[in-house]
């Protein structure tokens, strides 16, 4: 009889605790997955000789064990959120890297309850290699759930009152500087904003940009009108900016749906636009092109977002530690203004 010990079977935790790396980092290794750095890679192939791995085919399947899924969780209730043409192009770029990447993507809507339980089991119970976090509120609970998980997780968009690690934004203050300051060049002197949720950064960023290219000119700001987002919030702020500011002439609408509605009442109030009254969106979305007059509105790389999300998300899986992006925008001059 033999005395030579049976073969030990390599557990995917060992190679990773001996490697110090993380599991999914130790799978992604074994499986010549993309997006490893090459420290982690050599740690792990040099863990695998140390421990005396032979590859074979469970080795093989021991590499595969991890889920090959990433999440793009948005922070919303309503399905019809996906239709909206901001995140429709936001999941074109993401889909992208990740088929690269060789990576499913699984799309979670989490402003409720429910929602949220299903992301927290997702993360605790590791069914996801990483996750993407879009359109988060103030105080929302996903924040705080994002850093106490080990999973990977990539902000679109820096959470309210949040300094995560790891984000891509866009430089919304700059993008409404612009907007302003171009309606300050048309000689606007009464301009007023319709702001998106201030409960959101994105609301409070152009917000903000407004406020500072107003007050940099000499300009006291006029409170906002807050809307939702959509084109019957838009036209419903723009119709209380009316009877608070008769004398209005500009407007910044802080998303291009809500510029759609604001001129769509302008319109019904007898307002000629831009001769009377010079409106700015921003997002540069399909609906700038088309809207009577075209629009003038800022531009922000939305598929662009969506890539650089899940490119820092592979990387963060690969055991990289990439830093935060913030995306650049541009003003596209229209018939509006």
């Not at 419903?236 to 604001?262: C, E, I, K, S, Y």
């Amino acid at each position: 009889m033999s005395n030579v010990p049976p073969p030990r079977r390599l557990t995917l935790d060992q190679v990773a605790e001996r490697a110090g790396v993380s599991r999914s980092v130790a799978s992604r290794v074994l499986n010549d997955a993309p997006h490893v750095s090459r420290a982690k890679r050599e740690a792990v192939e040099r863990a695998v000789r140390d421990l005396g791995f032979v590859a074979n085919s469970k080795a093989r399947a021991l590499a595969t064990s991890q889920a090959g899924v990433a999440a793009l969780v948005i922070s919303q209730h309503d399905p019809a959120v996906l239709a909206d043409p901001f995140f429709g192009q936001v999941i074109v770029g993401v889909s992208a890297v990740l088929e690269e990447a060789d990576l499913n993507l699984m799309l979670c809507l989490a402003a409720s309850e429910r929602g949220r339980s299903r992301v927290e089991h997702l993360l605790r119970s590791g069914g996801v290699d990483g996750v993407m976090m879009m359109a988060l509120h103030e105080d929302d609970p996903l924040a705080a759930l994002a850093e106490q998980t080990a999973t990977p997780v990539v902000f679109g968009g820096r959470p309210v009152g949040k300094d995560p690690r790891w984000y891509v934004d866009i430089d919304n203050v700059a993008g409404a500087r612009v907007a302003t300051d171009h309606l300050l060049a048309r000689g606007r002197k009464n301009i007023v904003t319709i702001s998106g949720p201030l409960d959101t950064q994105v609301g409070q960023a152009r917000h903000r940009g407004y406020r500072e290219a107003l007050l940099l000119a000499g300009v006291t700001p006029r409170e906002p009108e807050t809307g939702d987002f959509e084109e019957a919030g838009g036209a419903a702020a723009m119709t209380r900016l009316l009877q608070a500011h008769p004398d209005l002439d500009g407007v910044f609408a802080a998303n291009d749906n809500m510029a759609a509605g604001a001129l769509r009442a302008l319109r019904q109030a007898g307002r000629s636009v831009p001769g009377e009254v010079s409106v700015v969106g921003f997002d540069d979305l399909a609906v700038a092109q088309i809207a009577e007059p075209a629009l003038t509105t800022v531009h922000q790389p939305i598929r662009n977002l969506g890539r650089e999300m899940a490119r820092m998300l592979v990387g963060l899986i690969g055991g990289q530690d990439p830093s935060p992006l913030l995306l650049p925008t541009h003003l596209v001059v229209r018939a509006s203004s």
